[in-house]
Protein backbone atom coordinates (compact mmCIF):
# COMPACT_ATOMS: atom_id res chain seq x y z
CA UNK A 1 0.00 0.00 0.00
CA UNK A 2 1.20 3.54 -0.80
CA UNK A 3 1.56 6.66 1.19
CA UNK A 4 0.03 9.47 -0.38
CA UNK A 5 1.17 13.19 0.57
CA UNK A 6 -0.32 16.22 -0.58
CA UNK A 7 1.72 18.82 -0.95
CA UNK A 8 1.24 22.25 -1.18
CA UNK A 9 3.46 24.93 -3.15
CA UNK A 10 3.01 28.25 -1.58
CA UNK A 11 2.98 30.78 -4.49
CA UNK A 12 6.00 32.81 -4.21
CA UNK A 13 8.67 29.82 -3.18
CA UNK A 14 11.40 29.25 -5.56
CA UNK A 15 12.11 26.92 -8.15
CA UNK A 16 14.77 25.63 -6.61
CA UNK A 17 12.93 23.82 -3.90
CA UNK A 18 11.70 21.20 -6.27
CA UNK A 19 14.40 18.82 -6.95
CA UNK A 20 14.19 18.44 -2.81
CA UNK A 21 10.33 18.13 -3.08
CA UNK A 22 10.72 15.56 -6.10
CA UNK A 23 13.34 13.86 -3.85
CA UNK A 24 10.84 13.39 -0.50
CA UNK A 25 8.24 11.99 -2.82
CA UNK A 26 10.53 9.15 -4.42
CA UNK A 27 11.89 8.61 -1.08
CA UNK A 28 8.31 8.01 0.60
CA UNK A 29 6.44 6.29 -2.20
CA UNK A 30 6.29 2.71 -2.30
CA UNK A 31 6.98 1.65 -6.16
CA UNK A 32 4.72 -0.71 -7.57
CA UNK A 33 3.85 -3.96 -6.22
CA UNK A 34 4.83 -7.04 -8.72
CA UNK A 35 5.55 -10.28 -9.03
CA UNK A 36 8.06 -12.05 -9.86
CA UNK A 37 8.31 -15.46 -12.11
CA UNK A 38 11.48 -18.08 -11.62
CA UNK A 39 12.17 -20.22 -14.81
CA UNK A 40 10.37 -23.45 -15.79
CA UNK A 41 13.21 -26.12 -14.00
CA UNK A 42 11.73 -29.87 -15.20
CA UNK A 43 12.21 -33.31 -13.41
CA UNK A 44 11.61 -36.43 -15.65
CA UNK A 45 10.07 -39.50 -13.94
CA UNK A 46 10.41 -42.66 -14.66
CA UNK A 47 8.44 -45.86 -13.05
CA UNK A 48 9.02 -49.64 -14.10
CA UNK A 49 7.01 -52.57 -12.82
CA UNK A 50 8.34 -55.72 -14.43
CA UNK A 51 6.19 -58.59 -14.97
CA UNK A 52 5.87 -61.30 -12.80
CA UNK A 53 4.36 -65.01 -12.73
CA UNK A 54 4.26 -66.54 -9.47
CA UNK A 55 2.80 -70.48 -8.40
CA UNK A 56 2.22 -70.80 -4.82
CA UNK A 57 0.95 -74.51 -3.65
CA UNK A 58 -0.75 -75.63 -0.18
CA UNK A 59 0.36 -77.99 1.05
CA UNK A 60 3.36 -78.64 -0.15
CA UNK A 61 3.35 -82.31 0.38
CA UNK A 62 1.02 -84.56 -0.26
CA UNK A 63 0.99 -88.28 1.19
CA UNK A 64 -0.46 -91.44 -0.44
CA UNK A 65 -1.28 -94.75 1.40
CA UNK A 66 -0.52 -96.82 -2.00
CA UNK A 67 -2.50 -100.18 -2.61
CA UNK A 68 -0.62 -102.78 -4.51
CA UNK A 69 -2.49 -103.46 -7.94
CA UNK A 70 -5.22 -100.37 -6.96
CA UNK A 71 -5.33 -96.38 -6.39
CA UNK A 72 -4.50 -94.71 -3.70
CA UNK A 73 -6.30 -90.76 -3.62
CA UNK A 74 -3.83 -88.29 -2.19
CA UNK A 75 -4.02 -86.99 1.99
CA UNK A 76 -5.66 -83.55 0.61
CA UNK A 77 -6.10 -81.72 -2.57
CA UNK A 78 -3.77 -78.94 -3.39
CA UNK A 79 -4.64 -75.77 -3.53
CA UNK A 80 -2.41 -73.83 -6.08
CA UNK A 81 -2.61 -70.09 -6.64
CA UNK A 82 -1.42 -68.29 -9.70
CA UNK A 83 -0.74 -64.70 -9.78
CA UNK A 84 0.51 -62.71 -12.87
CA UNK A 85 1.20 -59.38 -13.97
CA UNK A 86 2.17 -59.22 -17.39
CA UNK A 87 1.96 -56.67 -20.71
CA UNK A 88 -1.32 -55.81 -22.16
CA UNK A 89 0.62 -57.64 -25.33
CA UNK A 90 0.51 -61.22 -23.89
CA UNK A 91 -2.75 -63.65 -24.38
CA UNK A 92 -2.19 -66.39 -21.90
CA UNK A 93 -1.11 -67.73 -18.62
CA UNK A 94 -0.81 -72.00 -19.29
CA UNK A 95 0.10 -74.35 -15.71
CA UNK A 96 1.97 -77.29 -16.24
CA UNK A 97 2.89 -80.57 -14.03
CA UNK A 98 5.62 -82.54 -14.42
CA UNK A 99 7.77 -84.86 -13.03
CA UNK A 100 11.67 -84.82 -14.23
CA UNK A 101 11.64 -88.64 -15.21
CA UNK A 102 8.58 -90.52 -16.67
CA UNK A 103 9.71 -93.62 -16.09
CA UNK A 104 10.82 -92.63 -12.34
CA UNK A 105 8.29 -90.12 -10.92
CA UNK A 106 8.53 -91.79 -7.66
CA UNK A 107 11.33 -94.00 -6.27
CA UNK A 108 12.08 -95.85 -2.99
CA UNK A 109 16.21 -95.48 -3.39
CA UNK A 110 16.79 -99.00 -3.61
CA UNK A 111 15.93 -98.94 -8.06
CA UNK A 112 12.36 -99.68 -7.84
CA UNK A 113 9.83 -96.76 -9.43
CA UNK A 114 6.77 -95.79 -10.09
CA UNK A 115 6.16 -94.30 -13.33
CA UNK A 116 4.74 -90.95 -13.81
CA UNK A 117 1.72 -92.83 -16.19
CA UNK A 118 0.96 -94.18 -12.61
CA UNK A 119 0.40 -90.48 -10.83
CA UNK A 120 -3.43 -89.28 -11.96
CA UNK A 121 -4.04 -85.43 -11.44
CA UNK A 122 -7.65 -84.03 -11.72
CA UNK A 123 -8.37 -79.80 -11.76
CA UNK A 124 -11.96 -79.59 -11.99
CA UNK A 125 -11.90 -75.46 -12.90
CA UNK A 126 -9.22 -76.04 -15.13
CA UNK A 127 -8.15 -78.89 -18.04
CA UNK A 128 -7.74 -82.19 -16.31
CA UNK A 129 -11.19 -82.65 -15.33
CA UNK A 130 -11.21 -86.08 -14.59
CA UNK A 131 -8.35 -87.80 -13.12
CA UNK A 132 -5.58 -87.95 -16.06
CA UNK A 133 -2.03 -89.54 -15.90
CA UNK A 134 1.07 -86.82 -16.13
CA UNK A 135 2.22 -88.32 -19.44
CA UNK A 136 2.01 -85.41 -21.99
CA UNK A 137 5.29 -84.12 -23.35
CA UNK A 138 4.62 -80.23 -22.04
CA UNK A 139 7.12 -77.42 -21.72
CA UNK A 140 8.58 -78.29 -18.68
CA UNK A 141 9.86 -81.46 -17.10
CA UNK A 142 10.50 -84.67 -19.12
CA UNK A 143 9.22 -86.05 -22.43
CA UNK A 144 6.01 -88.10 -21.51
CA UNK A 145 6.05 -86.51 -17.85
CA UNK A 146 4.01 -84.24 -17.85
CA UNK A 147 0.71 -82.81 -17.85
CA UNK A 148 -1.54 -79.39 -18.92
CA UNK A 149 -3.04 -78.00 -15.79
CA UNK A 150 -5.11 -74.72 -17.09
CA UNK A 151 -4.90 -72.27 -20.05
CA UNK A 152 -6.15 -68.66 -18.96
CA UNK A 153 -6.94 -66.34 -21.45
CA UNK A 154 -5.50 -62.99 -20.83
CA UNK A 155 -7.17 -59.81 -22.32
CA UNK A 156 -6.46 -56.18 -21.27
CA UNK A 157 -9.58 -56.81 -18.60
CA UNK A 158 -6.90 -59.13 -16.84
CA UNK A 159 -3.10 -58.39 -17.24
CA UNK A 160 -2.91 -57.98 -13.85
CA UNK A 161 -4.71 -61.11 -12.01
CA UNK A 162 -4.86 -64.45 -10.00
CA UNK A 163 -7.05 -67.29 -9.85
CA UNK A 164 -7.00 -70.54 -7.02
CA UNK A 165 -7.16 -74.11 -8.37
CA UNK A 166 -7.15 -77.14 -6.36
CA UNK A 167 -5.54 -79.71 -7.71
CA UNK A 168 -6.49 -83.86 -6.70
CA UNK A 169 -4.03 -86.54 -7.27
CA UNK A 170 -4.10 -90.27 -6.99
CA UNK A 171 -1.39 -92.84 -7.67
CA UNK A 172 -2.67 -96.09 -9.50
CA UNK A 173 -0.73 -99.17 -9.29
CA UNK A 174 -2.92 -100.98 -11.51
CA UNK A 175 -1.16 -103.07 -13.58
CA UNK A 176 2.80 -102.49 -12.06
CA UNK A 177 4.32 -104.87 -10.01
CA UNK A 178 6.84 -102.49 -7.04
CA UNK A 179 7.45 -104.05 -3.76
CA UNK A 180 6.55 -102.91 -0.39
CA UNK A 181 8.68 -99.57 0.77
CA UNK A 182 8.33 -95.83 0.80
CA UNK A 183 8.60 -93.94 -2.66
CA UNK A 184 9.12 -90.46 -2.80
CA UNK A 185 9.06 -88.04 -5.86
CA UNK A 186 8.59 -84.24 -6.51
CA UNK A 187 5.64 -82.62 -8.51
CA UNK A 188 6.93 -79.85 -10.76
CA UNK A 189 4.19 -76.77 -11.26
CA UNK A 190 5.19 -74.06 -13.40
CA UNK A 191 2.97 -71.60 -15.48
CA UNK A 192 4.11 -69.93 -18.27
CA UNK A 193 2.51 -66.42 -19.87
CA UNK A 194 2.46 -66.50 -23.58
Known sequence: MGLFFTLRLPEKRSFRQLPLLALLLALFTSPGQGQVNSNVANVTLTGTLLESLTVAPLPSAVTFNLVSAGTAAGSSAVAITTS????????????????????????????????????????????????????????????????????????????????????????????TTVPAGTYTGTLHLEAQAL
Open 84 to 175: WILLPTRTSVKLFGSFSSSTAALSDGAGDNIPSSAVLGQMPTGLPTSFTAFTQTVVFGAAGAGLALFNQTITILNFVGNRSDNLSLEIDLTG
